[in-house]
């Protein structure tokens, strides 16, 4: 199937410009509103891989840039402005795709971040929660504090983590989702880290990887959305 590249958009964070990529899937039939992890943005290599795995699936996507990354900085903006530019770019989606049912989330410190935006005030349309690589502790610092707010979260959640992710012990991740309740998934991604790569030994690609991640996410999305 022959994918329309992504077209840029730009939105308003209070005053300042950010960047994003409005990838239309043909016959769309929902939209995921996609953050970029704290280290890379939204042109990163996994994110424009998600992209075009997500419209093969029928999932239009909206990526974007956070502040701090759109200057190219290597700090991320503060939690208030991450939470800012989330809703900023919810409302962008709203306006793209007015039809499309919203999921909301992103990779790493991107889902994150959108999981507090939602904690601290519910984002308008939102369907759902979709997290690619929740980032549950600093490596080889077990814990589960950066989960307390999600309890604050009255949405289903998808969790997708690969099963050697530094970041997210499944020790402690498991009963996370366990405490979550029925409004709360965790897919596991054999094999794969943090960034969702996986051991030559596996014989699988990082596109085959992208594919299955975004059939756990269509699947999950069909749903919940219903």
């Known amino acids: 199937m022959d994918l329309s590249p992504a077209q840029p958009v730009t939105f308003l964070v209070g005053t300042t410009p950010v960047s994003g990529l409005w990838q239309q899937a043909p016959d769309s039939w929902a939209l995921y509103v996609m953050a970029h992890g704290a ?4 042109r990163h290599a996994f994110m424009g891989g998600m992209a075009e795995a997500l419209a093969l699936q029928g999932i239009s996507s909206l990526r974007y ?24 770019a919810v409302s962008l989606a709203r306006t793209l ?12 410190f991107g889902g994150r971040m959108t999981s507090q935006a939602q904690a601290d005030s519910p984002l308008e349309g939102i369907k759902g929660l979709a997290f690619l690589g929740f980032p549950l502790h600093p490596p080889k610092q077990p814990s589960a504090t950066r989960a307390d707010h999600l309890a604050k979260v009255d949405l289903p959640m998808l969790f997708v983590q690969g099963t050697r992710d530094a970041l997210a012990d499944p020790a402690w991740l498991g009963p996370v989702v366990e405490r979550l309740g029925a409004r709360a ?9 943090h960034a969702f790569h996986v051991p030559v030994r596996a014989r699988r690609s990082d596109s085959d990887v992208l594919a299955e991640l975004a059939s756990i996410l269509a699947a999950w999305s069909r749903s919940t959305i219903g």
Do not use: H, N
Not at 39 to 42: H, I, Q, R, S, V
Not at 97 to 108: T, V
Not at 185 to 193: H, I, Y
């Open 39 to 42: 280290g890379a943005g939204m």
């Open 65 to 88: 840039q956070f502040p701090y990354m759109e200057k190219r900085g290597k700090r991320p903006d503060s939690p208030a402005l991450c939470q800012a530019t989330v809703r900023a």
């Open 185 to 193: 998934r965790l897919s596991l991604v054999e094999g794969a880290d």
């Open 97 to 108: 795709a007015p039809e499309l049912p919203l999921i909301a989330g992103g990779k790493s």
